[in-house]
Structures are given as structure tokens and as C-alpha cells.
């Protein structure tokens, strides 16, 4: 089945199954069935605290909520990738965290997951007042064709008399009182104090240099949202620019400075608007962004974590504000670790960057693969080497050789004095050693609240160099001291559990279900608007079918004797609003683009049903 047309509510109806987990978060402590919620339309958000498209998704059901109060109930069904983010506290947390204002049911062992079949993070199931499936949704980009599904249903079931709002089941959890909330990066001045970005308060501080007292505070909601990635200017830039502090402002989708003698907020790249294209460049104040999580220099120029997009951009400043330019310079939006020249790697969610002190290599966080990465400028151009990682689904706590090291979600890297490089390994609680001549890799110091960033700090009296981390979920920045010896950590092994589905070696046939929004429908005039995307790990697996084309089905050859692997699989739909009369699509019509990436972990098996069927909106 490809693209559709018509109502997605025409197709058979399943009754949905029970909300089954742990417990729920944002109610009051009580635990909610689908029968409670008779009566309503509800959306289920099957996320994982660590998946920034998880995130994203959570922005665009906001006005979603927003315009249905009384009739609508989301449900977020927190379904976790990582080890840590199956620990109940650290769930909590990342609900604060990122201002989750529906209720959670917390569902570790994945028991509700498999029930409605989920194959990605994120995806959206929608059920009727009567208690039917009629949606579902995978990736980015569905909240104005969402919105328009539930006022479909809404109506109908008004007319049928089946919708019987009850009261919403969001108890708000009492408000936090800390001075910091969930800070995310740091940098040092030269006088001793820090820059901190206070994430959860949308705001950048300036501490003394006990860490606590704050000299000033810049932005607050409205002007920073989720501020990550703080960079120093260099002075030509603040003489010529008029900003000393850099700033990456993730859910603005910008890039922005600060003028710290007189606290001047100016925008330096980006609209304000999310990139969804995953590709351009140009001027900097009118080039889209996706979620810019971190910064550091480069030469001239600066390069952009862009964790949206699973892409490293870079912004390079002009005379002016108006003369900085934007363009990307490593990922394909492939989301996975593939190595070589820049224009052709994979990252997945870089979120932490660090230049060397040769200036000439960028070092990276890549949390989504559990991986120590780098960017080194060579004369052939920009080429990415991989130190610590193995890939998307494979993570934990080991040191020793870096080829069998294990990290698990880091999203900050320091390079240290004697040229090595401190990983703030964010869910393993620890910061970790990385020694590039030896390539090894040791435990600096354990026991911390997800370590996000750190900060070299010299002491001016005794000269010992230490740490200055910021542990995001303790809502502080702390001092560390750097051991003589390293301690080596020798823990287990973990693989992300999600069930295989089962498909035959030979022909397999792929088919991606798309049903534009009511009121849209995909527009033809200049070729086809869909896009598939197919690749494996290993590539062994696929013995044809892989690369990028257009439509939403393919042939794929499975290879026999491989056992199991993984499909990438990314596709992209671009929907326009249609004239209401005409139904056609006219010259300016808004457009909508939706996308997915999944990583279908499969096994081989003769018996199994040689087709694999995806919905990118469907049912």
C-alpha cells in the first residue's frame, strides 16, 4: 500500500488494547484505563526521554491540546530505549524536564509497546470515544493533520452522541523550587565565573566562581526556550558583532548572542522556525534550524550540533549580523555511525562538541549511538572518525580498549590538558577518560545526575586542574577532582530490546502507508512528493533494494544465511492543502512535509510474511 487518498477513518476499526505498565506519572498517583476515558478522543505518544523527534513531537501536540481541552486526552507512554531512562526518578524527571503537561504511563518493560505494535519513536496512535484505533502515525511533522483528525471525530461522534467529555486525568505535579533547573552546558570566563545555559527556566546565567552566586541572568521565556550550548566568542567577533556569548537556542531553533555588559539579546542564525528539508544553507538569518544543541569553533567558523536533523552545520559570521552565512558540513540525516568524508557520515543526535586544542578536529557526542566521534579538517576535506561506539542499539558501562568500550547516552565532551579527551557520559551517571594515543578508555569519577557538560578549571593558587561538571538532574554545576588513577569499569553489556519481526530471506516487499490530512493531498506537479530511503547494518543483509528514490514501496532482496540485522528505513511525504472546491492544488498552496526514520531490527525466518509494512500515517 502507498499513498492514499480519502478519509483515514474509512479503513477497519480495532478495538484498542488496554494501557498496561508500571505506573502513571501526572495523575494524582491514580492509574488510568482506556474505560475512564470513554467518551474522549485520545492520542497516545509512544516516546523515549532520549529521541530528540520525541521531543519535537511533544511541541506540536501542545496546540493540539491547547484547541481541544474538553475532548481530547493525550497519553504519553513512555516506552524506553536506554537502560536509565527505565529508572522510574530519571522518568519523572525528564517529564518536568520537558514540561509534559498530560499524563505518562510508565511502561519499562515495553508491555504496552508491543500491544500496539509500535515500531518507532516517536508514533501516535489516535482512539475514538468508543474505544476503536483509527490512527496511526510515525515520526515528525503530523500536528496540523492531527489536529484535523480529532476535529473530524469530534464532530462525528457529537452527532452520534458518543462524545461525553468527562474531566481531563492531568494532575499537575507540585512546581520545583531550585535556583537552576536542569542547566545543560557551561564555559568558563577568564576572571573565574561561569556561563551556564538554565535550560529548564529558558534562560543563560552568569555564576561566581563558588558556582551558586548569580551575577546576572539573561532571557526567561519568550526570549531563550531550552537554551543547550554555550560558546566565548572570540574578541573579533564581539568587536565586530557586539555579542560575547554564543548560544545555542535548541527549541527556537536558533542560534543567538549575548552582549554580557549590558545583557543584549541578538538573534545570529535561524528563523524561529524547525527545518524540516534536512538540507540548505545560505544566509544565516534565513536558513531554518533544527534543534541546535551545541557549538565550537572551527577555524572561522562555528559548527552547530544539530541534533534535529542528526547533522553537524556550521555558522560563519560576517561583517555584520545580516552577512553570516549557514551550511552544512557533515550527515546525510541518516540516523545511525557510518565514518568517512563528512558530506557522506551518519550521526545520530549529536549534543556534544569540543575543539582540540590543535584547532583542526571537533570532537562529538553522538548520544543516540553511545559514541565518542570526531570531525577532522584534512586537505581533502572534512572526514569523521568514530573513537568509542558501536552503534544505535548498543550501550553501557566498560572501559578498557576503545573498540570494546561502552558508553550509554553522552551528551557532553571536554578535551583535557594532556590532550585527552573527558566524556560527560550522561546515562551511566559518570565522566569517562578517553586516551587517543593508547586508546584506552577509564572512569574519571562516578555517581553524578546526568553529567551534561564539563569545564577544565585550573586553580591559580595550588595549579591541580579540575572539573567544573554540570549534573543537569541535580540542577547544579559541581567541582571534580581529577584522580591520579582512573578507576576501570568492567560493567555489562546492554543491547536496546525491541521484539524482531520476522521476515523471509529473498523478496520482501516494503510498503509505507501515507493518508494525506484531510483538506491536503500530495501534489504531483513537479514529480513525485514521497521519498524512500533504505540501507542495512550490516549491509551484508540487503542483497538489493537499498538507496534513495522516489515512492513509498520497494523490493527488497534479503540475503540468506546473515541471521538478523537491522533495516534503516527513512521516508519523507509532502502534502499541500487543496482548494475546497476544486480539490486541486493551487500555485501557492502551504505544504506539509512528514518524515520518519526506523530501524527495524529483523530476523530471518522461512516462514515469515514477505511483506513489511509501515505506517508513516495510517492505521
Same mark, same amino acid.
Given at each position: 500500500?502507498?499513498?492514499?487518498?480519502?478519509?483515514?477513518?474509512?479503513?477497519?476499526?480495532?478495538?484498542?488494547?488496554?494501557?498496561?505498565?508500571?505506573?502513571?506519572?501526572?495523575?494524582?498517583?491514580?492509574?488510568?484505563?482506556?474505560?475512564?476515558?470513554?467518551?474522549?478522543?485520545?492520542?497516545?505518544?509512544?516516546?523515549?526521554?532520549?529521541?530528540?523527534?520525541?521531543?519535537?513531537?511533544?511541541?506540536?501536540?501542545?496546540?493540539?491540546?491547547?484547541?481541544?481541552?474538553?475532548?481530547?486526552?493525550?497519553?504519553?507512554?513512555?516506552?524506553?530505549?536506554?537502560?536509565?531512562?527505565?529508572?522510574?526518578?530519571?522518568?519523572?524527571?525528564?517529564?518536568?524536564?520537558?514540561?509534559?503537561?498530560?499524563?505518562?504511563?510508565?511502561?519499562?518493560?515495553?508491555?504496552?509497546?508491543?500491544?500496539?505494535?509500535?515500531?518507532?519513536?516517536?508514533?501516535?496512535?489516535?482512539?475514538?470515544?468508543?474505544?476503536?484505533?483509527?490512527?496511526?502515525?510515525?515520526?515528525?511533522?503530523?500536528?496540523?493533520?492531527?489536529?484535523?483528525?480529532?476535529?473530524?471525530?469530534?464532530?462525528?461522534?457529537?452527532?452520534?452522541?458518543?462524545?461525553?467529555?468527562?474531566?481531563?486525568?492531568?494532575?499537575?505535579?507540585?512546581?520545583?523550587?531550585?535556583?537552576?533547573?536542569?542547566?545543560?552546558?557551561?564555559?568558563?570566563?577568564?576572571? /573565574?565565573?561561569?556561563? &551556564?545555559?538554565?535550560?529548564?527556566?529558558?534562560?543563560?546565567?552568569?555564576?561566581?566562581?563558588?558556582?551558586?552566586?548569580?551575577?546576572?541572568?539573561?532571557?526567561?521565556?519568550?526570549?531563550?526556550?531550552?537554551?543547550?550550548?554555550?560558546?566565548?566568542?572570540?574578541?573579533?567577533?564581539?568587536?565586530?558583532?557586539?555579542?560575547?556569548?554564543?548560544?545555542?537556542?535548541?527549541?527556537?531553533?536558533?542560534?543567538?548572542?549575548?552582549?554580557?555588559?549590558?545583557?543584549?539579546?541578538?538573534?545570529?542564525?535561524?528563523?524561529?522556525?524547525?527545518?524540516?528539508?534536512?538540507?540548505?544553507?545560505?544566509?544565516?538569518?534565513?536558513?531554518?534550524?533544527?534543534?541546535?544543541?551545541?557549538?565550537?569553533?572551527?577555524?572561522?567558523?562555528?559548527?552547530?550540533?544539530?541534533?534535529? @536533523?542528526?547533522?553537524?552545520?556550521?555558522?560563519?559570521?560576517?561583517?555584520?549580523?545580516?552577512?553570516?552565512?549557514?551550511?552544512?558540513?557533515?550527515? @546525510?540525516?541518516?540516523?545511525?555511525?557510518?565514518?568517512?568524508?563528512?558530506?557522506?557520515?551518519?550521526?545520530?543526535?549529536?549534543?556534544?562538541?569540543?575543539?582540540?586544542?590543535?584547532?583542526?578536529?571537533?570532537?562529538?557526542?553522538?548520544?543516540?549511538?553511545?559514541?565518542?566521534?570526531?570531525?577532522?579538517?584534512?586537505?581533502?576535506?572534512?572526514?569523521?572518525? @568514530?573513537?568509542?561506539?558501536?552503534?544505535?542499539?548498543?550501550?553501557?558501562?566498560?572501559? /578498557?580498549?576503545?573498540?570494546?568500550?561502552?558508553?550509554?547516552?553522552?551528551?557532553?565532551?571536554?578535551?583535557?590538558?594532556?590532550?585527552?579527551?573527558?566524556?560527560?557520559?550522561?546515562?551511566?551517571?559518570?565522566?569517562?577518560?578517553?586516551?587517543?594515543?593508547?586508546?584506552?578508555?577509564?572512569?574519571?569519577?562516578?555517581?553524578?545526575?546526568?553529567?551534561?557538560?564539563?569545564?577544565?578549571?585550573?586553580?591559580?593558587?595550588?595549579?591541580?586542574?579540575?572539573?567544573?561538571?554540570?549534573?543537569?538532574?541535580?540542577?547544579?554545576?559541581?567541582?571534580?577532582?581529577?584522580?591520579?588513577?582512573?578507576?576501570?569499569?568492567?560493567?555489562?553489556?546492554?543491547?536496546?530490546?525491541?521484539?524482531?519481526?520476522?521476515?523471509?530471506?529473498?523478496?520482501?516487499?516494503?510498503?509505507?502507508?501515507?493518508?494525506?490530512?484531510?483538506?491536503?493531498?500530495?501534489?504531483?506537479?513537479?514529480?513525485?512528493?514521497?521519498?524512500?530511503?533504505?540501507?542495512?547494518?550490516?549491509?551484508?543483509?540487503?542483497?538489493?533494494?537499498?538507496?534513495?528514490?522516489?515512492?513509498?514501496?520497494? @523490493?527488497?532482496?534479503?540475503?540468506?544465511?546473515?541471521?538478523?540485522?537491522?533495516?534503516?528505513?527513512? &521516508?519523507?511525504?509532502?502534502?499541500?492543502?487543496?482548494?475546497?472546491?476544486?480539490?486541486?492544488?493551487?500555485?501557492?498552496?502551504?505544504?506539509?512535509?512528514?518524515?520518519?526514520?526506523?530501524?527495524?531490527?529483523?530476523?530471518?525466518?522461512?516462514?515469515?510474511?514477505?511483506?513489511?509494512?509501515?505506517?508513516?500515517?495510517?492505521?
Amino acid at each position: 500500500m502507498t499513498a492514499e487518498t480519502g478519509s483515514l477513518r474509512a479503513r477497519v476499526k480495532v478495538r484498542a488494547p488496554e494501557l498496561v505498565g508500571r505506573g502513571w506519572l501526572n495523575t494524582g498517583g491514580r492509574a488510568i484505563s482506556l474505560a475512564d476515558l470513554r467518551g474522549r478522543v485520545v492520542v497516545l505518544d509512544f516516546w523515549t526521554f532520549c529521541c530528540v523527534n520525541c521531543l519535537h513531537v511533544l511541541d506540536e501536540l501542545r496546540p493540539v491540546e491547547e484547541r481541544f481541552p474538553d475532548a481530547l486526552t493525550v497519553i504519553g507512554v513512555h516506552s524506553p530505549k536506554f537502560e536509565h531512562e527505565a529508572d522510574a526518578d530519571a522518568l519523572a524527571a525528564a517529564v518536568e524536564r520537558y514540561a509534559v503537561h498530560h499524563p505518562v504511563l510508565d511502561d519499562p518493560e515495553l508491555v504496552t509497546w508491543r500491544a500496539y505494535t509500535a515500531r518507532a519513536w516517536p508514533t501516535l496512535v489516535v482512539i475514538d470515544p468508543e474505544g476503536f484505533v483509527v490512527a496511526s502515525m510515525s515520526g515528525e511533522g503530523h500536528g496540523p493533520g492531527l489536529a484535523s483528525l480529532v476535529a473530524e471525530i469530534i464532530e462525528e461522534h457529537r452527532a452520534k452522541g458518543s462524545l461525553q467529555p468527562g474531566d481531563d486525568p492531568y494532575v499537575a505535579p507540585p512546581t520545583p523550587d531550585t535556583a537552576l533547573r536542569f542547566p545543560g552546558k557551561a564555559i568558563a570566563l577568564p576572571d /573565574g565565573s561561569f556561563v &551556564v545555559s538554565d535550560t529548564a527556566n529558558h534562560a543563560v546565567a552568569h555564576l561566581e566562581p563558588d558556582l551558586v552566586t548569580e551575577r546576572a541572568r539573561w532571557g526567561g521565556p519568550g526570549v531563550f526556550n531550552e537554551p543547550q550550548g554555550i560558546l566565548l566568542a572570540t574578541p573579533g567577533l564581539s568587536a565586530r558583532l557586539g555579542v560575547d556569548v554564543l548560544v545555542a537556542d535548541s527549541v527556537n531553533h536558533q542560534l543567538k548572542g549575548i552582549r554580557l555588559s549590558d545583557g543584549l539579546i541578538r538573534t545570529l542564525a535561524g528563523t524561529g522556525r524547525q527545518l524540516r528539508e534536512r538540507a540548505g544553507g545560505g544566509p544565516a538569518l534565513e536558513q531554518p534550524l533544527s534543534t541546535p544543541w551545541d557549538l565550537a569553533w572551527l577555524g572561522e567558523s562555528v559548527v552547530i550540533a544539530m541534533a534535529g @536533523t542528526h547533522q553537524l552545520w556550521s555558522w560563519t559570521p560576517g561583517a555584520t549580523i545580516e552577512d553570516g552565512l549557514v551550511e552544512l558540513v557533515g550527515g @546525510t540525516s541518516n540516523e545511525g555511525l557510518v565514518d568517512g568524508p563528512a558530506a557522506e557520515a551518519w550521526f545520530a543526535q549529536p549534543s556534544g562538541l569540543a575543539t582540540s586544542v590543535s584547532g583542526d578536529r571537533v570532537w562529538v557526542a553522538d548520544s543516540e549511538t553511545s559514541a565518542l566521534r570526531s570531525v577532522v579538517s584534512t586537505a581533502e576535506g572534512l572526514l569523521v572518525e @568514530t573513537h568509542v561506539g558501536t552503534g544505535l542499539f548498543d550501550f553501557g558501562h566498560r572501559d /578498557g580498549d576503545a573498540a570494546e568500550a561502552l558508553l550509554q547516552h553522552p551528551l557532553g565532551v571536554t578535551e583535557l590538558p594532556d590532550g585527552s579527551v573527558a566524556v560527560s557520559d550522561t546515562y551511566n551517571g559518570a565522566v569517562r577518560r578517553y586516551d587517543p594515543v593508547r586508546r584506552q578508555v577509564t572512569t574519571l569519577v562516578q555517581g553524578l545526575a546526568e553529567p551534561s557538560d564539563a569545564v577544565v578549571e585550573r586553580d591559580a593558587e595550588t595549579g591541580e586542574t579540575r572539573l567544573v561538571v554540570v549534573e543537569s538532574a541535580a540542577h547544579r554545576l559541581t567541582r571534580v577532582a581529577l584522580p591520579e588513577d582512573a578507576q576501570r569499569v568492567d560493567g555489562p553489556a546492554h543491547r536496546t530490546q525491541r521484539p524482531s519481526t520476522p521476515l523471509p530471506a529473498g523478496e520482501v516487499l516494503l510498503e509505507v502507508t501515507f493518508v494525506p490530512p484531510a483538506g491536503q493531498k500530495l501534489d504531483h506537479r513537479w514529480g513525485d512528493p514521497t521519498r524512500l530511503d533504505v540501507s542495512a547494518t550490516p549491509d551484508a543483509l540487503l542483497v538489493s533494494g537499498a538507496g534513495r528514490a522516489e515512492g513509498l514501496t520497494r @523490493t527488497l532482496v534479503l540475503r540468506d544465511g546473515i541471521g538478523s540485522g537491522t533495516l534503516h528505513v527513512s &521516508v519523507q511525504a509532502a502534502a499541500c492543502d487543496g482548494d475546497p472546491d476544486t480539490g486541486e492544488v493551487p500555485e501557492h498552496a502551504a505544504c506539509h512535509l512528514f518524515q520518519q526514520d526506523w530501524g527495524i531490527p529483523v530476523i530471518l525466518d522461512a516462514s515469515a510474511d514477505a511483506r513489511l509494512a509501515l505506517d508513516l500515517r495510517g492505521v
